[in-house]
């Protein structure tokens, strides 16, 4: 009985730890912009905004891969988010 507390347990912090990690739009000098990912690209990124790629939805894609819905949401809709507008200062992983 115990063991399966434990594990749940384990579970439930995993999942913590991946809702967290998804991708989120982010407001930058007042503009919101929205993740996009390889389907959407032509119509979401904007080439004055830095994006890094969203380890919760790779990782996410990797655990959901036995359904074809959520590896493509994941990967073709929302894999890289807004971090910064690009400048001669950004460092990969800051957060301004």
Do not use: H, R
């Not at 434990?6 to 739009?25: D, E, H, W, Y």
């Not at 080439?47 to 890094?52: D, G, V």
């Not at 996410?60 to 507008?85: D, E, K, Q, R």
């Amino acid at each position: 009985m115990k063991t399966n507390k434990v594990i749940a347990s384990v579970l439930i912090l995993v999942f913590m730890v991946f809702a967290i990690g998804c991708g989120q739009p982010k407001s930058i000098n007042g503009t919101t912009y929205d993740t996009y990912g390889f389907i959407n690209q032509d119509t979401k990124k904007n080439p004055n905004i830095q994006y890094e790629v969203s380890t919760g939805n790779v990782l996410w894609s990797v655990v959901l891969f036995g359904s074809v819905v959520a590896p493509v949401y994941f990967i073709g809709f929302s894999l890289f988010n807004p971090i910064a507008p690009k400048d001669n200062t950004f460092i990969p992983g800051v957060i301004k």
